[in-house]
């Protein structure tokens, strides 16, 4: 059976890889703000730290992509259950996958909005753009777990929902700020402006990773146990297992690249500047996009024996 099809068809497909990278982006960028940018304690480093325009943008490149998309799943979602007519599409939008569809839109612009106000305002008007676009990122984070395979579980609802939250928080905390790190080491290396800065961000980057790599881990072998109620007896041979092994295989060399990042990494920026690390980091972003296209396939497929 052809992978696409399994998992909903190319289109269906293509617009979950959308959401969810757009989801990883907004998580990330957030992160970054939060636990990355916040060791920039020197005032050097904190004066071309107030406000890192990569920040923002990421997180609003993401947030827009996550809200333009929800019309479109719906669109599609139609178009596969019947002739794509509007009364078809409103039937799709009245279901529960549909509304959560629709809270997906909602919460995005939402996020959208305060990292507009975010990046531009100033004062008291700034602080509470970041709070809105943290609150509405968190809610933008659930809606995986409503459209997908989490909310599906019979027996463990709560806890497979929740356990998909903290993976797709995790995912964001990992690749998204990945790639604001990349950004901003990147800006340094064209800047020629040395590699203390880049160092301090990647060895502050290493700790966030470690953290959600861990809780990436852990909460996908929960998520696999929830929906395979016996993994070794139902998941080979099948088209699931196929598609998971297509999605280890990238996160491993994320990892490795990862590892290195942390034991090197920041030795080599302060030694020979941002300009030694900047293409690695590259790489290991372009195997994070690996992991994320393979994921819309993952969660669009069947698992074998489902609860």
Not at 251 to 272: I, Q
Request: with cysteine; glycine share 12%.
């Amino acid at each position: 059976m052809d992978l696409f099809e399994s998992a909903g068809g190319t289109a269906a497909v293509a617009t979950r890889v959308v959401t969810l990278t757009g989801i990883t982006l907004t998580v990330g960028a957030l992160a970054f703000r939060l636990f990355v940018a916040e060791r920039l304690s020197d005032s050097t480093l904190r004066g071309r730290h107030r406000e890192l325009p990569s920040v923002a943008w990421v997180g609003l490149i993401g947030a827009v992509l996550a809200a333009l998309i929800a019309p479109v799943r719906l669109v599609v979602q139609a178009q596969a259950l019947g002739d794509g007519t509007q009364s078809m599409l409103g039937a799709v939008a009245s279901t529960a996958w549909g509304m959560a569809v629709i809270a997906q839109g909602i919460t995005a612009t939402a996020a959208a909005a305060g990292f507009v106000v975010g990046r531009f305002g100033s004062g008291r008007t700034q602080a509470n753009g970041w709070s809105m676009a943290v609150v509405a990122t968190l809610g933008l984070a659930l809606m995986p777990a409503l459209t997908g395979h989490a909310i599906a579980e019979k027996h463990w609802t709560i806890v497979s929902m929740a356990s998909d939250w903290v993976h797709v928080l995790a995912a964001g905390g990992w690749v998204g700020t990945l790639l604001v790190l990349t950004l901003e080491v990147r800006r340094d290396a064209a800047a020629r402006a040395g590699g203390e800065r880049s160092a301090v961000l990647i060895e502050a980057f290493h700790h966030v990773a470690l953290v959600c790599a861990g809780a990436v881990v852990t909460t996908g072998v929960l998520s696999l146990w929830l929906r395979v109620p016996h993994p070794f007896r139902y998941l080979w041979p099948s088209v699931y297992a196929d598609v998971l092994l297509w999605k280890i295989a990238p996160v491993a060399m994320v990892l490795l690249f990862g590892a290195l990042h942390g034991w090197k990494g920041p030795a080599r920026a302060r030694a020979k500047g941002a300009r030694q690390v900047a293409g690695t980091l590259l790489w290991e972003c372009i195997f994070a996009a690996i992991v994320l296209a393979v994921t819309g396939m993952l969660v669009g497929t069947e698992p074998p024996g489902l609860r």
